[in-house]
């Protein structure tokens, strides 16, 4: 382990080499020797070994097994609760469903209920009347079979209606694939994309960790792009051209450009001449854009609305024939936060009729996705109308969750800002904050010698002194000799004052006991 | 396309040759085609292009476009409606959902319906009940929350106590993943098992295209082993050790053994003393038992009860130390047939911790399985018991639609039984039949003149006749030179006196049109 840290250590001057999938993690050290002692009968696939996926890892297990602690002895620690801002998991830190959208699945999962008068004194009228409207989109009405593998034809339609009405062009249910969140469909883009580890897919650098995990299950190569913190996470083309010619330098066919907007872990939103540049730059370049578009409804700036990048691209005059673009949407995000639904789609357009049919079969082999998650879908990209029953009541609870989450956003910025020694961008978008540590030289010596990278000593340190879970940058990636951690922005506005104040003392102490 | 023919073709008379993926499907050559054609801006990776699933495949496609022609135009077709018998799809046919278990399902949806009055008028009191404890099980009650990655602990535990009073051993709900339906952990455990092509997979032939497809695009080599047909789809033992040392010769690493109990396509349900034999075979040759158990529920004769293969393993008195095993179970099959809900588990045991944490990593790079579905698992493995409320009412529409398939099983046997030309072992479990079709030389060379497999040429005209839709032997493999389709027994029953009829009809002019 100690090898893997100098050699991350050692490349802290040389301003941002290139990282391979190998040199963003130490752990790969442990994971090398695990390798060995998987002797004899079951040998561990080699790509299985090397994926990693930070936001799940060591720390949240470690978090686990305290709260177990917790739950045996309540005196045992200096804490009463585990505070999981790991992971955008809103609902997990109590967030209340959208009592419309929980309405519509309740009665699609007993469509019994819709015959019976006793229906109306429970649910509201315009959720029945779209339960109706849904089970006449399944065959059958039935909501227990497997439906088709793109998904149920009719909420496709629903679906590509309301990115129409989003983007102000045309979009189509059969370039709609419903799938269980939006994971299993970057899966099935890398599955694709990727034969050998000399197909490299452009990822920017921090990133969500879904993606370098998908790239070394799929035993492809992750090409790095640095997002530029001091510009607010800017994500600038001449970086990507960069890149991709060093990949390109090393017999690397570079095939796709992941872009994450707005951004996880770092919470920035793209502004649209930026994003025209990035249409152009996969146009020239014949690459594949992968864009990830889940936090599409997390914004917390008025100056930077959404734009897709299939909206860019149409409003730069480009077709199907000019660029193949992918774009990522999940029931989990948004005001909604379904999490545990596992609903969401990815739209492609731009793709040959031949590579669509080869995207069909990889989809067929699980048959379909879940048709709750999928009915979900439709209800998020085309929610209650003004004139709707639900309307008012829906636009209070979707209102009243968005500015709350703004209000966490600024509070937690302003309470880490205040900080000694550390400096963190603005949240934008999304629901993460990705705040710099500028940790004095004890502190990173004190984490080397005990075989840990510097921001997951101080994240372990956190963890046990406030109960606070958050994720060390190393698990996203970072410009090396840098480090940062991952927050949410979830727990309930209730609490920020608490956590801000844990917060504040635990980092004091922690600056006092390591200041150089 | 003449090329592959010639090769399936040629071995005919060599008795059972080993069959690679490659030689399973004389398709690939249109898929090798393919990959030329896909020149320059996307390159479609070689695993994708080599997976194949034929219950979704062309005849199902044609299907559609079929469909699609009858609904614009119900007059232009010698049939009125598509008959779907290509796929395991319950709920699609117009088999009805267990009520209780839709009504546990929408309460968790809605927990708001639990604190009204009004909900007693809607639902059954064992369901409210349910759905409580439930909740009570799931953190925070949030059932729109990611949940642990392997499912909820309550709900795994509750799994683990159903499986435990089946097989009369101890199950722990810590050796239970929850997953969308039994598919992803098929693909879960391939990914873990297979690094490059010399890892082999022991499959039988006939199998079902899951698991060639992901044996194909996990990069793996299917090593198989023949069922005979002779003996009722048997298993033998000796076929098996014959097929491992063959791959051993070749050098493949054989690292695990797929057995389908109740068997798909063919139906056949394991005795006992044969499966004592397949442990010890996995046990000496240190091979990873892979236990394909959907169909636990579907057995349709008296003498031959379902054993689990971990109650067989215990019962000859091996533990955990003695083989690695993984159960697949899901909602989709037994009497529930909720395809649409993907829900499923596998039960793994005999693993190190090591190896376990590989497995719950790529667990956890999908975060978790939907929660409606781990519910539903929950509720398949624990129904309601003597004097509950719904007792009475749930094992008669358990009962009804179970007694109801061994009927439509032994009536679409004798059917085809009936007919020249044609032989059809017995459905002793499972959902499906797998006639064999003994066809006149002269329909083969009608099939070979329009490049393709006899039995696809066969099923392609029963579809355009009747509508009736049929997978052919060939997407599962078969011994070469035989001819083969699988037919699930799922129409309803008031259906079924129409398709024997319309398929006797069919079949008659087929065999007068080829007579040799």
Redesign the interface.
């Known amino acids: 382990m100690a090898a893997a840290m100098v050699r991350t250590m050692s490349t802290t001057a040389a301003g941002t080499p290139p990282v391979s999938v190998a040199t963003i993690n130490p752990k790969l050290v442990w994971v090398a020797l ?1 390798c060995d ?2 002797a ?10 090397k ?3 930070a936001v ?1 890892g060591e720390i949240v297990t470690h978090a686990q097994n305290l709260q177990q602690e917790l739950q045996k002895n309540p005196e045992s620690l200096p804490f009463d609760e585990i505070l999981y801002c790991n ?1 955008g ?4 830190l ?1 967030q209340q ?1 959208v ?1 419309y959208f ?2 519509v ?3 699609c ?2 469509p ?2 819709l015959d ?1 008068s ?2 109306h ?2 649910y509201s009228s315009d959720a029945i009347e779209r339960a109706w409207q849904i089970l006449e989109k399944i ?2 009405r ?6 088709h ?1 793109q998904g149920i034809k009719g909420l496709r339609d629903e679906i590509a209606a309301g990115i129409a009405a989003r983007d102000g062009f045309h979009a189509s249910g059969d370039n709609i694939f419903l799938t ?2 939006a ?2 469909a970057v ?1 099935m883009m890398m ?5 050998s580890e000399s ?1 490299g897919i452009l990822c920017p650098i921090p990133q969500y960790p ?1 993606y370098s ?2 790239i070394a ?3 492809g190569s992750l090409v790095p792009y640095f997002l530029n913190e001091e510009t607010g996470w800017g994500l600038d083309v001449d970086e990507l051209k960069k890149q991709l010619e060093e990949a390109r330098s090393k017999g690397i ?1 570079v ?1 796709a450009l992941v872009v994450i907007n707005p951004g996880n872990p770092t919470g920035q939103v793209l502004v649209e001449e930026n994003q025209k540049k990035i249409v152009e730059f996969c146009k020239n370049e ?1 690459l ?1 854009l992968l864009a990830d578009e889940v936090y599409q409804e997390n914004i917390y700036v008025e100056d930077k609305p959404f734009h897709s990048f299939k909206k860019i691209a149409r409003s730069l005059g480009y077709t199907d024939d000019d660029l ?1 673009l992918v774009s990522f949407q999940s029931v ?1 995000k948004g005001y909604y ?6 609903g969401g789609y990815m739209e492609i357009t731009g ?2 009729p ?2 669509r ?2 995207i069909y ?2 989809a ?10 999928q009915i979900l879908a439709s209800l998020v990209m085309n929610p209650p109308k003004a004139g709707d029953e639900s309307f008012e009541s829906f636009m209070s609870e979707r209102d009243g969750i968005l500015s709350s989450l703004a209000r966490r956003a600024k509070a937690l910025e302003e309470a880490f800002n205040s900080l000694e020694g550390i400096t963190c961008n603005k949240a934008e978008g999304a629901m993460y904050l990705f705040p710099r540590l500028h940790l004095p030289q004890k502190a990173i010596g004190a984490a080397q010698a005990v075989g840990t990278a510097p921001d997951a000593y101080y994240a372990k340190r956190l963890l046990e002194a406030t109960g606070i879970v958050v994720v060390p940058g190393s698990g996203f990636g970072q410009v090396p000799g840098t480090w940062h951690f991952r927050c949410t922005i979830l727990p309930q506005e209730d609490k920020i004052p608490a956590i801000v104040s844990r917060l504040k003392e635990f980092h004091e102490k922690f600056m006092d006991e390591f200041r150089d």
Do not use: M, W
Not at 142 to 147: E, L, M
Not at 337 to 342: L, M, V
């Open positions: 695990i002692r998987i004899g009968r079951l040998k561990v696939s080699i790509s299985v070994l994926c990693e996926y799940r992971i998991n809103p609902q997990s109590g469903p009592t929980r309405e699945l309740s009665l999962d007993h019994a209920l019976k006793e229906t004194a429970l065959p059958g039935a909501t227990g079979a497997y439906s593998s269980d969140g994971s299993p899966h599955q694709l994309l990727i034969s197909d879904l995990a998908s299950l799929h035993g066919t095939r014949g594949v193949p989990s936060g379904e999490c545990g639904k596992r793709f040959s031949d590579v049919e080869q079969k990889v067929s082999v699980n048959l379909c996705s879940n048709v709750s998650g």
